[in-house]
């Protein structure tokens, strides 16, 4: 066998940060048209965020004490913040499954061998989601209006607020989607990968203010309750919406609930970017 | 000057288990390169090493004179791969799929768009070009999937078993696609347990088991190493082994193997058609009865058996069982 003496300089790539969109557009547009294909996921990810609304409205509304009102508006006006914000990460078990389905039928393979930028798979599925989960949102905002939610009812609030508010739920959904690619790569199998994309989730999300009063919490728990970054987007959404039950705890991130929401996400967003991204490169089949 | 491929020393170990235990490759380049074991030989592992999909523990690895270790990406600009599951979009049209590669592999969406339409039509895929491939034949994804490889015509090319599981009537469609390919010149690394196959389409084969290349060379040179060709005589009756023997030692240019129960004489030739017909007359002469005749020329099976000392593969369910004993 002869000696390898030379072997050939390839110049890199153009603008490494403009390939990189431009393939996650790619990868998105591909996720996005396979979403329209398969509809039935779209309309499932509706039914349970709307089957929430109505029976926490009815069922629970009646019972629960929200700032010292038993009042079933004020719980109305109390939930929807909390159902908005569980809806968003709850995109995380579709992202999940979404990568282990694509690693399980080797288009990751597919994807790892050509000449694209290292995380665009990742990054056009976390968009693509990101999208549905914005879909998600605007239908189930019209259900919250036609049960009665309004925004206002305990303050003034704005426009500007109140689409901060879905900003910032979309930021807390778009992090989430990432530690559901980070789970879809760990795991072996797509139902793998969606049942273990949600169990942590429902700790995450009752154990915080989304849907009682942490203020009645034994205080370990409302500890913990009050420092969950998703309390902390939920609070933000209940101030911009100017909607009641907001927190008066001392704890920083119920003081600072816009600013806790948005170093939480990126956070979130930036240790599990990295991580998934990693696991990418190298991710077996 | 190496060639298009080229490997030297490849280790990589899952566990405790050494995959590859030094793999040395050279493929010229404009020649097809086959890559024949059993399952979990290492063939699989290598192709990955060599696509940038798997970091070998060591070794070397050059392809399209790039070095893989240093440039990975840019010898993902240089080759196409094509593996053993179909990897396409299941929901995605044919055409979706091959544009989308296009633009992965940094053409512009126009050209991306052109170069799908080409080889939609030339993979016969045209017709169903705009239905999901879900919907397509197991024959249909390969091409399809082949024709995914292809979308930058890359001057090396890597197949994975690129015909398990297909029907014969799809593989020599397959196959001949291949052909095709390899005249226009493109460098081929293709892995595959049908010895037929890599018989059918490769150059030069190399043979793996147990992460190594055990032996190389051209088909012949590996069958001539097993020893030319052979007659096989079948004797109607048990007590005319003996004498049927002693016949094919007159012929033979070595030992000859008998199979008792079988009734089965082999021993190896030379001369061809010519002394087949002189062993038939002097068994007619002295009388011997015989069931069946033949002039055989080995198969990779022999090659692969008198090499490793296993049989490359459980063809069917009659080898599963005897492996089983």
């Given at each position: 066998?002869?000696?390898?003496?030379?072997?050939?300089?390839?110049?890199?790539?153009?603008?490494?940060?403009?390939?990189?969109?431009?393939?996650?557009?790619?990868?998105?547009?591909?996720?996005?048209?396979?979403?329209?294909?398969?509809?039935?996921?779209?309309?499932?990810?509706?039914?349970?965020?709307?089957?929430?609304?109505?029976?926490?409205?009815?069922?629970?509304?009646?019972?629960?004490?929200?700032?010292?009102?038993?009042?079933?508006?004020?719980?109305?006006?109390?939930?929807?913040?909390?159902?908005?914000?569980?809806?968003?990460?709850?995109?995380?078990?579709s992202s999940g499954a979404g990568i282990a389905d694509d690693m399980h039928k080797g288009l990751i393979d597919r994807f790892r061998s050509l000449?694209?930028?290292?995380?665009?798979?990742?990054?056009?599925?976390?968009?693509?989601?990101?999208?549905?989960?914005?879909?998600?949102?605007?239908?189930?905002?019209?259900?919250?209006?036609?049960?009665?939610?309004?925004?206002?009812?305990?303050?003034?609030?704005?426009?500007?607020?109140?689409?901060?508010?879905?900003?910032?739920?979309?930021?807390?959904?778009?992090?989430?989607?990432?530690?559901?690619?980070?789970?879809?790569?760990?795991?072996?199998?797509?139902?793998?990968?969606?049942?273990?994309?949600?169990?942590?989730?429902?700790?995450?999300?009752?154990?915080?203010?989304?849907?009682?009063?942490?203020?009645?919490?034994?205080?370990?728990?409302?500890?913990?309750?009050?420092?969950?970054?998703?309390?902390?987007?939920?609070?933000?959404?209940?101030?911009?919406?100017?909607?009641?039950?907001?927190?008066?705890?001392?704890?920083?991130?119920?003081?600072?609930?816009?600013?806790?929401?948005?170093?939480?996400?990126?956070?979130?967003?930036?240790?599990?970017?990295?991580?998934?991204?990693?696991?990418?490169?190298?991710?077996?089949? | 000057?190496?060639?298009?491929?080229?490997?030297?020393?490849?280790?990589?170990?899952?566990?405790?288990?050494?995959?590859?235990?030094?793999?040395?490759?050279?493929?010229?380049?404009?020649?097809?390169?086959?890559?024949?074991?059993?399952?979990?030989?290492?063939?699989?592992?290598?192709?990955?090493?060599?696509?940038?999909?798997?970091?070998?523990?060591?070794?070397?690895?050059?392809?399209?004179?790039?070095?893989?270790?240093?440039?990975?990406?840019?010898?993902?600009?240089?080759?196409?791969?094509?593996?053993?599951?179909?990897?396409?979009?299941?929901?995605?049209?044919?055409?979706?799929?091959?544009?989308?590669?296009?633009?992965?592999?940094?053409?512009?969406?126009?050209?991306?768009?052109?170069?799908?339409?080409?080889?939609?039509?030339?993979?016969?895929?045209?017709?169903?070009?705009?239905?999901?491939?879900?919907?397509?034949?197991?024959?249909?994804?390969?091409?399809?999937?082949?024709?995914?490889?292809?979308?930058?015509?890359?001057?090396?090319?890597?197949?994975?078993?690129?015909?398990?599981g297909l029907d014969p009537r799809n593989r020599q469609q397959l196959w001949e696609v291949i052909k095709q390919l390899v005249s226009g010149g493109?460098?081929?690394?293709?892995?595959?347990?049908?010895?037929?196959?890599?018989?059918?389409?490769?150059?030069?084969?190399?043979?793996?088991?147990?992460?190594?290349?055990?032996?190389?060379?051209?088909?012949?040179?590996?069958k001539a190493r097993t020893g030319g060709e052979r007659v096989e005589v079948v004797v109607h009756e048990r007590e005319h082994i003996q004498a049927?023997?002693?016949?094919?030692?007159?012929?033979?240019?070595?030992?000859?193997?008998?199979?008792?129960?079988?009734?089965?004489?082999?021993?190896?030739?030379?001369?061809?058609?010519?002394?087949?017909?002189?062993?038939?007359?002097?068994?007619?002469?002295?009388?011997?009865?015989?069931?069946?005749?033949?002039?055989?020329?080995?198969?990779?099976?022999?090659?692969?058996?008198?090499?490793?000392?296993?049989?490359?593969?459980?063809?069917?369910?009659?080898?599963?069982?005897?492996?089983?004993?």
């Amino acid at each position: 066998m002869s000696a390898v003496t030379d072997t050939v300089r390839v110049a890199p790539a153009a603008n490494p940060v403009s390939q990189s969109i431009r393939d996650s557009l790619v990868v998105a547009k591909r996720n996005l048209i396979r979403m329209s294909r398969i509809p039935e996921m779209i309309i499932y990810g509706l039914i349970q965020p709307i089957m929430f609304v109505v029976l926490f409205t009815y069922v629970f509304g009646g019972s629960m004490q929200i700032g010292g009102s038993t009042s079933a508006v004020d719980y109305k006006n109390f939930l929807m913040a909390g159902i908005f914000a569980q809806t968003v990460t709850f995109a995380t078990a579709s992202s999940g499954a979404g990568i282990a389905d694509d690693m399980h039928k080797g288009l990751i393979d597919r994807f790892r061998s050509l000449p694209m930028a290292r995380g665009a798979v990742l990054t056009g599925r976390t968009l693509a989601d990101s999208v549905q989960t914005a879909l998600t949102l605007v239908v189930l905002a019209v259900v919250a209006l036609l049960v009665g939610w309004r925004v206002g009812s305990d303050g003034d609030t704005n426009l500007g607020k109140v689409l901060g508010a879905f900003g910032l739920l979309l930021l807390l959904g778009y992090a989430f989607t990432w530690i559901g690619a980070l789970i879809g790569m760990s795991v072996r199998t797509p139902e793998a990968a969606t049942s273990s994309g949600l169990i942590w989730l429902f700790p995450v999300t009752f154990i915080s203010n989304a849907f009682v009063d942490t203020s009645h919490m034994t205080p370990w728990l409302r500890h913990i309750a009050e420092w969950n970054p998703f309390s902390a987007t939920v609070q933000a959404c209940r101030v911009l919406f100017a909607n009641p039950g907001q927190s008066q705890s001392d704890a920083w991130p119920m003081q600072h609930p816009v600013w806790a929401s948005l170093i939480y996400s990126i956070l979130i967003l930036v240790v599990f970017r990295t991580l998934a991204v990693r696991k990418y490169r190298s991710a077996t089949a | 000057m190496p060639g298009a491929i080229y490997a030297e020393g490849l280790v990589k170990t899952f566990g405790d288990v050494k995959a590859l235990d030094g793999v040395d490759l050279d493929v010229p380049e404009g020649t097809v390169l086959g890559l024949l074991g059993p399952n979990g030989a290492g063939k699989t592992t290598t192709v990955r090493c060599l696509t940038t999909l798997l970091r070998p523990d060591s070794g070397r690895a050059v392809v399209a004179g790039i070095d893989v270790l240093e440039q990975p990406d840019a010898v993902r600009r240089s080759i196409g791969l094509s593996g053993q599951f179909a990897a396409v979009d299941e929901y995605l049209t044919g055409r979706e799929n091959l544009q989308m590669v296009g633009q992965l592999y940094q053409m512009r969406a126009k050209a991306a768009k052109e170069r799908a339409a080409e080889l939609l039509e030339q993979f016969h895929l045209a017709d169903a070009a705009d239905r999901p491939t879900k919907t397509y034949s197991g024959g249909m994804r390969r091409r399809l999937d082949l024709a995914a490889a292809l979308v930058v015509s890359p001057p090396v090319m890597f197949m994975d078993e690129p015909t398990t599981g297909l029907d014969p009537r799809n593989r020599q469609q397959l196959w001949e696609v291949i052909k095709q390919l390899v005249s226009g010149g493109t460098t081929l690394l293709l892995t595959t347990q049908y010895l037929e196959e890599a018989d059918h389409l490769a150059h030069d084969i190399a043979v793996v088991d147990h992460g190594r290349v055990i032996a190389k060379g051209t088909a012949d040179q590996l069958k001539a190493r097993t020893g030319g060709e052979r007659v096989e005589v079948v004797v109607h009756e048990r007590e005319h082994i003996q004498a049927a023997a002693e016949v094919l030692a007159g012929f033979g240019k070595g030992d000859t193997t008998v199979e008792e129960h079988m009734r089965k004489l082999t021993a190896p030739v030379t001369g061809g058609a010519k002394l087949l017909a002189e062993v038939i007359r002097e068994l007619d002469t002295r009388g011997i009865e015989i069931d069946d005749i033949g002039l055989r020329r080995p198969t990779l099976d022999d090659v692969f058996l008198s090499l490793t000392g296993h049989v490359a593969e459980a063809k069917n369910e009659e080898n599963d069982k005897e492996a089983a004993k």
